[in-house]
């Protein structure tokens, strides 16, 4: 070992980066370690021939002022666009008709997406008590709001959202502030209109409200910036193989984070290591400090799901393209997830004169979809936009798009294992844990949580026996 920093950050994904930015402007030395090309873990895009795919996520919601803070900060505030209105309209499948979701009480009263039935059905929903035990997202808005709104509204947003079951997930871990509605105010109605004053006194926007964006070159503008600004401190084509925990003769803890670079060994010392990779890998470094946390962040699941990128001919769009897409409920029985209209909310997604359209398939729902081939999946997926949006024609342009792993599941009992990370933490200082399975999964979440991490992290820093955040031993450099 011939280096040391205070702190060691595994991963370059938006979370790790994120630590890293706000680390940094307190002063800590650090190095960023990843194994990739680039920066931003699945935030990449690639573009050819005029087509711009997104291979992680597609746009964000700009629900943190952390956006705009960091964007100033990096310089890249006149690189963010924000999508066409006509994002704001969004369809769902019902018996094979596209519904436009209904965004405000008249829009859903005239709404034909759900029944007479089924709209008096959510009459009831200020009168229903509180649960008494942990439930899934499924069996709370069943017993919130019925069964109809939880088929053609929560069912295909879930999808959409994690790709995920709601009779799997759980509603407290996946779903949060729509659990503390009813923790808090009682029912769901009410506390939609009373936390609406408790957001903005936080400077925060719920969902359906923020700004979504992108920029002119794609979401991988952002972790490109945030590499630029961390210069030496990132360290890309590292492959991280082992965090040990020692201590010196002086009493100080002390982490060696081994890396193999290109076939190259290499080492770093540090008093902290953040280990901000996804948790079926954060389990292998975690064996060493706790058996059963590395089972169980390496059991959490992870659904496989494709991203099929289809270009059309404009002329081939059977209908207007008047919003963000749609979302398939598992009810209509279909082999796509949903379609984003891409080329509709940002430009600059398909060559002049074409429209670009991309579909999601696999998901905790049909996870043997995604595995098939990529001709079989291309036929799939144009054969569904052609039933569902009377597209003529074939793909000028395909683009397929894998992870054998996507989003993780916030199932029933994840709170427990969020738990146990704490406990871990607290039983090995120096030792975090960040990403999108701890926190929420959206890009603003993960935000939120890795400049809570940093904070957190500086402030242990300055009140430990052992140093501040300015101090660094050897001369900082490493093989």
Not at 98 to 103: A, D, K, T
Not at 330 to 351: D, N
Not at 431 to 444: E, F, P, W
Request: with cysteine; aromatic share 8%; net charge positive.
């Amino acid at each position: 070992m011939t280096g040391h920093r205070d702190v060691v950050i595994v991963g370059a994904g938006i979370s790790g980066l994120t630590v890293a930015y706000y680390l940094r402007r307190a002063g800590v030395s650090l190095t960023v370690l990843d194994p990739g090309d680039a920066p931003g873990g699945t935030m990449q895009t690639l573009t050819d021939g005029g087509w711009m795919v997104e291979t992680g996520p597609n746009s964000a919601l700009e629900t943190t002022p952390l956006f705009g803070e960091m964007f100033d900060g990096l310089g890249i505030t006149g690189e963010r666009l924000y999508a066409e209105p006509a994002a704001d309209r969004r369809y769902i499948l019902r018996d094979g008709v596209l519904h436009p979701l209904p965004m405000s009480p008249g829009a859903f009263v005239r709404s034909s997406l759900w029944s007479v039935a089924g709209k008096l059905r959510l009459m009831k929903e200020p009168f229903v008590g509180r649960a008494t035990e942990e439930e899934t997202v499924a069996q709370f808005v069943r017993r919130r709001l019925g069964e109809e709104f939880l088929d053609y509204a929560i069912n295909p947003f879930v999808a959409g959202v994690y790709a995920g079951d709601p009779a799997a997930l759980s509603v407290r871990a996946a779903f949060p502030k729509l659990y503390a509605l009813e923790e808090r105010y009682g029912g769901l109605i009410r506390g939609m209109v009373r936390g609406a004053g408790e957001r903005r006194k936080r400077a925060e926007k719920a969902k359906d409200r923020a700004r979504m964006f992108s920029f002119r070159e794609g979401m991988q503008t952002f972790p490109m910036a945030l590499g630029r600004s961390l210069g030496d401190e990132l360290r890309l084509k590292c492959t991280v193989t082992s965090v040990e925990r020692k201590t010196r003769p002086a009493g100080t803890p002390e982490f060696l984070v081994r890396y193999r670079r290109e076939g190259d060994p290499g080492s770093l010392g540090a008093a902290a290591v953040v280990l901000a990779v996804p948790a079926y890998i954060a389990g292998n470094f975690v064996r060493p400090f706790s058996e059963s946390l590395a089972a169980a962040l390496e059991g959490i699941f992870y659904p496989p799901v494709a991203e099929v990128f289809l270009g059309f001919p404009a002329s081939a769009m059977g209908r207007p393209l008047d919003g963000f897409g749609y979302l398939i409920p598992a009810r209509e029985e279909r082999k796509i997830l949903g379609t984003i209209w891409s080329s509709a909310l940002f430009p600059g997604r398909a060559p002049a004169g074409h429209v670009a359209l991309t579909t999601f398939v696999g998901g905790a729902r049909q996870p043997l979809v995604a595995g098939l081939g990529d001709n079989a999946l291309t036929e799939i997926v144009a054969s569904e936009i052609r039933s569902l949006m009377a597209v003529h024609g074939d793909p000028v342009y395909a683009k397929i798009i894998r992870w054998e792993k996507a989003i993780p599941q916030y199932n029933l009992g994840h709170l427990a294992l969020v738990e146990e990370i704490g406990g871990l933490e607290r039983r090995v200082p120096g030792l975090y844990l960040c990403g999108n399975y701890r926190g929420g999964i959206a890009v603003g979440d993960c935000l939120a949580s890795g400049e809570r991490l940093a904070r957190r992290i500086a402030g242990e820093m300055r009140n430990s026996p052992f140093g501040s955040p300015a101090r660094t031993a050897g001369d900082g450099r490493d093989q």
